[in-house]
C-alpha cells in the first residue's frame, strides 16, 4: 500500500532510527521471481525464497516498510476478523477451524524467526482476549468458545466473576499463546538483513510501472526505465493492485490508531494479553515494550480515500474515550495519531497463489486483521509451490475462490 493512503505520523517509523536504506534500480537486471511491495509481505517473501536457494528481488515504489506496514498495530492472533458462526455463512466450520491452526503455525513461525535471528523487534507471544461488555453478546462468545474448545485450543471462557481485567467483561474467551506481538518496521528489517545474505536485492524507490508476460518470462519497467526479468511476479503490494488484475479482491476500509505516551502503572496483565472487544466495528489494544497503550479500531468504509480531517479527528476523539473509559485510573496523554487504508473479505482470509488465466503472476494479500500471519504462511507456501511442492492448505486462499 502506497503512503498516500497513509495520515498522520506513524508511531513505528517515528521511534525507529532508519536501519538501513536501499539504492534504486539503476540497471537492467534478471531475476527467477520479482517481488512487487517493500513492505512486511515482500519482506516475508524476499525471506523464505531467497532462503529456499531462489534468486528474487525486491522492488518497493517508495521506502521500505513506510506505507501500510508502519500503521499496522502488529496485534497478531489467530482468530480472524469475524467469529465462527458468522463466517459459517461463507465457509465451513472446517476451514474456520483449519484457518485457526494456521494461524497458530504462522505464530510458531515468527516465533522460531526470532529464536534464530534475536530478537530485534521487541516480539511477545502473549495470550489473546476476545470480549464484550453486552449481556445481549454473552451467547455468540460462548457459541465461539465451544468451537475452539472441541476443536483442542488451548481457551478459558470468561465470565463477569471470573474476569481478571478492570474493565466491563460479560463474557469472552481467553485464548492461551493465542497472540503475539512486535514492532512491524523493526521486523520488516530484520527479514530483510537475514535475506541479504542469501542472495535477496532490494531496491526501494524503485516504483514498477508496466509488467508484460511472455511464454517463459515476465518483464516490468521501472519508474526511471530500467527493466527486470524474471520467472515470475509476485504482488505484495496490499490492496493496491491495478498495475496487475482489474479485479477488486477486497472491500476496501479505513482504520484509525492512537498511541499513548509512556504510562508508569500499567498493571502485568495487561502487558500479557492483546485485547480485541466485540463490537462492530471492533477496537483491539495492547502495549508496547516502553509501556504505551496502542488501541486502533473504528473503522470507516474506504470510499474515495482517506477521510478529512475533521472525520479523522472524529474517530480519534471516540478512540481516546475508548481507552480512558477501559483505564479511568491511569493519567493518559495521546502521542500518535495515524490512519490508513486495509482491505477485507467476507471469508476473512487473505489470497496467496496463482492466478487462475496467468501463471506468472502470483499474490501473496495478506487481507484482513491477520495480513501478517497470512503473509507468513504465503511466504512458507508459495516458495514451496514456485519448487514444485503444493500445500494442500493453499486452496483455502485460492485466487478463485470468489469474486468481491
Not at 31 to 38: E, L, P, Q, R, S
Not at 173 to 182: E, Q, R, T
Not at 339 to 368: E, I, M, Q, R, V
Request: with cysteine; hydrophobic share 35%.
Amino acid at each position: 500500500m502506497g503512503t498516500q493512503y497513509v495520515k498522520g505520523e506513524s508511531f513505528f517509523t517515528r521511534i525507529n532510527k532508519v536501519t538501513k536504506q536501499y539504492e534504486y534500480l539503476t540497471e537492467d537486471i534478471e531475476a527467477d521471481v520479482i517481488i512487487v511491495g517493500g513492505g512486511v509481505t515482500g519482506a516475508i517473501l524476499g525471506y523464505y525464497f531467497s532462503k529456499s536457494g531462489v534468486n528474487a528481488v525486491i522492488l518497493e515504489k517508495s521506502r521500505i516498510a513506510h506505507g501500510s506496514t508502519s500503521i499496522t498495530t502488529s496485534l497478531l492472533q489467530y482468530e480472524l476478523d469475524s467469529n465462527a458462526e458468522e463466517l459459517k455463512k461463507d465457509t465451513s466450520l472446517e476451514n474456520i477451524v483449519k484457518s485457526y491452526k494456521l494461524g497458530l503455525k504462522a505464530l510458531s513461525e515468527i516465533e522460531n524467526f526470532i529464536a534464530q535471528y534475536g530478537n530485534g523487534c521487541d516480539f511477545k507471544r502473549l495470550d489473546s482476549f476476545l470480549y464484550t461488555a453486552k449481556d445481549i453478546e454473552v451467547k455468540e462468545i460462548k457459541e465461539e468458545y465451544h468451537v475452539r474448545k472441541e476443536n483442542d485450543f488451548q481457551v478459558e471462557f470468561i465470565d463477569k466473576v471470573s474476569n481478571p481485567s478492570g474493565f466491563d467483561v460479560k463474557a469472552g474467551v481467553l485464548s492461551k499463546n493465542g497472540g503475539a506481538m512486535f514492532d512491524p518496521y523493526r521486523f520488516t528489517h530484520s527479514l530483510l538483513d537475514a535475506s541479504l545474505s542469501n542472495g535477496l536485492r532490494v531496491y526501494e524507490n524503485t516504483e514498477v510501472i508496466k509488467v508484460e508476460y511472455e511464454d517463459d518470462a515476465v518483464n516490468v519497467e521501472t519508474v526511471y526505465g530500467y527493466k527486470v526479468r524474471g520467472k515470475i511476479i509476485i504482488v505484495a503490494t496490499g490492496y493496491n493492485t491495478s498495475l496487475f488484475t482489474n479485479r477488486d479482491f477486497g472491500v476496501k476500509t479505513t482504520t484509525f490508531n492512537i498511541v499513548t505516551k509512556p504510562i508508569d502503572q500499567i498493571e502485568e496483565l495487561y502487558k500479557n494479553v492483546i485485547f480485541r472487544d466485540n463490537e462492530d466495528p471492533y477496537n483491539y489494544f495492547r502495549t508496547t515494550e516502553d509501556n504505551r497503550l496502542i488501541i486502533g479500531g473504528e473503522d470507516l468504509d474506504f470510499l474515495h480515500g482517506i477521510p478529512s480531517e475533521a472525520i479523522c479527528n472524529e474517530s480519534y476523539t471516540k478512540l481516546e474515550q475508548r481507552i480512558k473509559t477501559l483505564f479511568p485510573n491511569l493519567s493518559i496523554d495521546i502521542e500518535y495519531k495515524y490512519c490508513g487504508a486495509f482491505a477485507s473479505t467476507k471469508d476473512n482470509l487473505g489470497f496467496l497463489g496463482k492466478d487462475p488465466k496467468n501463471n506468472k503472476l502470483w499474490y501473496c494479500l495478506g487481507y484482513g486483521a491477520n495480513g501478517i500471519l497470512f503473509a507468513i504462511l504465503g511466504g512458507m507456501m508459495l516458495s514451496k509451490l514456485y519448487i514444485g511442492e503444493e500445500d494442500e492448505d493453499l486452496k483455502l486462499f485460492r485466487i478463485s475462490r470468489y469474486d468481491c
